[in-house]
């Protein structure tokens, strides 16, 4: 593969570089709430500019469908890029528009500009090779002859789409600091992890993590489990839920993976139950098995936290996704707090290696106020890293690869 420093050392000085990052970061209203995503894709972007070079930046923001919604827009992220780097950033107002295109005429010598949000281009996210193709040619044709691309949104590579895949096809294409970074952590957990290799999943939906438990469980020695998706194991062992998160249709599933599991799967004793989705409801922490009707389970409780920190703390490799509870509110914030807390306490005092794989647990860990050097490394990827670890290929690195 070759890297950023490779394109570099060829010399960058006036030629245009389109860049992928991934920009994709919380927002409350214009606000964004954890800015991690942008602090990560700094020092490529700074690296470029630094060595003369008029950087493009290309980058998504949530989920629009496939036309211009300005609640997606990148105006609040080129903000908070250009207060980083010290210098103002162009915003492009479209993708590969008249706005596009004169934005990045005008760059200078060591100029940052950003594209709008790919995804208001259909052709982006495109089923159709066609369509995509088509939209990475005008992308290539913004940067022109001696344009390069620099691929360092880790976090989007699991997804085939012109501004990460069919882009590299186009152009001369590289690796970015952080796309090398990340690919290599995820290496070193799926080669010969230290033992014991603890993994401590959450998030709400076991559907989203199926595939990922199936292939670590023979790797792991233990997979705590923790998020909304617990509630689901716990109705395969029969114990009611109440009002807690269910995927009905995966509890056959649940069960399977628990009788197929050895005991590795650990599942929490207590919860933290709540009779509204509100930082103001009414709580109470009740053994697992005691989930009353009209409740509503938002966090693991105290005794879980205490039993999955032992496990956590005696790893000698952790990987960690998903929030344990509903850390957005204080009141369901302790479950994730508490196995952050062993996780760095595992690697700080211990001398375990440590991952926090993804988008949300990465901002938990800033949300919560943990110092993010107690992690050996955190991720900005979620799914990315997921589906790595799951064995799929993650067709941005392929690409590049090829
Ligand atoms: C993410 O937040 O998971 C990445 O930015 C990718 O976004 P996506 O899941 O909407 O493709
Ligand atoms: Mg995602």
Not at 130 to 154: H, I, M, W
Not at 306 to 312: E, P, S
């Amino acid at each position: 593969m070759r890297n950023l420093d490779d394109l570099i050392a060829e010399g960058v000085k006036g030629r245009r570089v389109f860049v992928r990052s991934d920009l994709n970061v919380p927002l409350d209203g214009d606000k964004i709430t954890d800015d991690g995503r942008v602090q990560a894709s700094l020092p490529t972007i700074s690296k470029l500019a630094e060595a003369g070079a008029k950087v493009v930046v290309a980058a998504h923001l949530g989920r629009p469908k496939g036309s211009p919604d300005p609640k997606f827009s990148l105006a609040p992220v080129a903000k908070r890029l250009g207060e980083l780097l010290g210098k103002p950033v162009a915003l492009a107002t479209d993708v590969v528009g008249e706005s596009a295109k004169s934005t990045v005429d005008g760059l200078a010598d060591g100029g940052v500009a950003l594209l709008e949000n790919v995804r208001f281009d259909a052709r982006e996210s495109s089923k159709d090779a066609a369509e995509r193709g088509a939209l990475a040619d005008e992308f290539a044709a913004l940067v022109g002859e001696t344009g390069a691309f620099v691929s360092d949104g880790f976090g989007v590579v699991h997804r085939k789409q012109a501004s990460v895949y069919d882009i590299a096809t186009k152009l001369p294409a590289y690796a970015g600091g952080l796309v090398l970074a990340e690919v290599e952590v995820l290496r070193q957990l799926a080669g010969e992890p230290k033992r014991p290799y603890v993994v401590a999943l959450g998030g709400s939906k076991v559907s989203d993590k199926l595939a990922v438990i199936e292939s670590l469980l023979p790797k792991v020695d233990t997979l705590l489990v923790g998020g909304g998706m617990c509630f689901t194991f716990l109705a395969a062992q029969g114990h009611g839920i109440g009002d807690s998160l269910l995927e009905a249709e995966m509890v056959e599933t649940c069960k399977k993976l628990l009788a197929d599991a050895d005991g590795k799967i650990v599942l929490p004793t207590d919860i933290v139950i709540a009779d509204d989705f509100s930082a103001e409801a009414n709580t109470e922490t009740v053994p697992a098995t005691e989930i009353r009707d009209g409740w509503k389970g938002l966090d693991i409780g105290p005794d879980s936290v205490a039993a999955y920190g032992k496990v956590l703390r005696d790893a000698g490799t952790v990987f960690w996704n998903g929030p344990m509870g509903v850390f957005e509110l204080a009141p369901f914030a302790e479950g994730t707090r508490g196995v952050a807390q062993a996780i760095a306490q595992a690697t700080t005092a211990g001398d375990a290696f440590s991952v926090v794989g993804g988008g949300d647990s990465a901002a938990a860990v800033r949300l919560l106020g943990l110092p993010e050097d107690g992690f050996s490394h955190i991720s900005t990827g979620g799914g990315a890293s997921l589906e790595y670890l799951e064995g799929k290929e993650l067709p941005g690195v392929a690409v590049l690869e090829a």
